[in-house]
C-alpha cells in the first residue's frame, strides 16, 4: 500500500465503466480506454514506469555530478547572476546590478541549474524587455564559460531576435538650441565636443589633456566600452573649444565624477525644457556618423574616428544618411580633372644656347 501511494498513478473505475487512470500529483483523471482490468494495470504500470525512469537517472546523474562539484546540485541562476557582478569590469558593475534586477528573471533566480528547461527561459523571454534577452543570453554563455551547464538550455537560434527601439541622431538646429540655452561652460563644452567628435558620453567626459596632441593636432583615446582605439583630427573649432578647457589632468573636471546616468538625466532635462524629444546623448554619435556619410568621408576614416572595428557597427550608425552616389562619368571625369598637370613654360626662350633647339629643328 504503501508503494503503491508513492507511485504518481493509480487505478480506479466508475461503475464498470472504463478504468481511469489518477493522477496523485494533480488530482485530473484521464481514461485509459478499457474495461479489462489486466490491461488496465499493465497500462497503469507503464505510466508509472515512465515517470519514475527519469527520476532515477537523474538521481544517479546527481551523484556523479556532485562528486566532481559539490554545488552542482544546489547551484541557481542567482548564481550566475552574482557572478556575471563579480567577474565584470568595474563600469560593467553598476549595469550588471540593474540588469538583473529587472523582474522577468525572478521566475528564473531560484531554479536550480540542473532542473532547467527550455520553457522555463521562454517563460522569463515572453515576461521580459528587450534587455531581458540580451542579459539571459550572456547569463547561458557565463554559465557554459564556468562549467556550470554542460550545453545550452535554449539554443542561440531559438531566442527570440532582439528588436531594438529605433534611436536618430540629434540635429544642427537642436544640438544649437541647446548651446545657446547652456549656461555652465564645462557641459557647453562637453556637448561642443561630442557634436564635433561622435565620441562615447563616457570617453569623452573622462577625456584629459595628455591625449591631446597639439603638435600633430591630433585627440587619441581608447573606448571605455570595448577598448578599441580612436583618434580624430582637431579641427579649427575644435581646437577653440579644446583650449577653453583645463591644459592639465581632466578636460571635464565635475562630468569625470558623474555617473554615466545621471549625466544622461541631465541631458534629458535639458531637451526637455527646450521640447526636444527623441535624442539622447548617444544621439551625437549617430549624428556624427551620418554626417560622415552624407559627407562622403571614407567608411575606414570613420571607423578610426568612431573607435570600431567592424564595418556593420559604422553602417548600423549611418543607415538612414542621405548621400546621393554620383554617376560613374562624373566620377571618372572628376578623377581625370585631378590627374591633369598644368606646366607653366617660360614665354621667351632659354638664354643658355646649349638649350636652344636648332632653327633646322623646328623649321623641321
Known sequence: MANEMKRRYRLFRRNKANYFAFDNH??????????????????????????SEPLVR???????????????????WQSVMDAAVEFSSEKSKARWKTAIKDKAFDSLRRRLLVDSRSEDFLRT?????????????????????LGWIFEPILKKRLFPKPSFKKKRAITLDEHRRIIEREKNLERLDYYEVLWFTGGGQ???????????????????YRRLKNGQPAQIQISETLATVLKRRPATGPLFPYLTT????????EFRQRCKGLKISGVTLHSYR?????????????????????????????EAYAA???FVLPSLEEFELRNNQAKVIVVDFPKEAPSDPALQAPQSQIAS
Do not use: C, F, M
Open 125 to 145: 523571454l515572453t515576461s521580459g524587455t528587450v534587455s531581458t534577452n540580451v542579459h539571459l543570453r550572456r547569463l547561458q554563455n557565463l554559465a557554459l564559460d
Open 26 to 51: 494533480s488530482g485530473n483523471s484521464k481514461s485509459l480506454h478499457t474495461r479489462d482490468r489486466h490491461h488496465a494495470e499493465r497500462l497503469i504500470h507503464a505510466l508509472n514506469e515512465a515517470e
Open 286 to 314: 549617430y549624428s556624427w556618423a551620418q554626417r560622415a556619410k552624407a559627407a562622403g568621408y571614407p567608411q575606414r576614416y570613420a571607423q578610426q574616428a568612431l573607435g570600431h572595428s567592424s564595418k556593420a557597427v559604422t
Open 202 to 220: 563616457s570617453d569623452i567626459a573622462q577625456l584629459e589633456a595628455g591625449q591631446i596632441n597639439w603638435t600633430q593636432r591630433v585627440l587619441t
Open 320 to 322: 538612414d544618411a542621405q
Open 258 to 265: 558623474v555617473r554615466e546616468i545621471d549625466r544622461a538625466n
Open 58 to 76: 537523474r538521481q544517479v546523474g546527481l551523484i556523479y555530478l556532485s562528486a566532481a562539484d559539490p554545488e552542482a546540485a544546489k547551484r541557481t
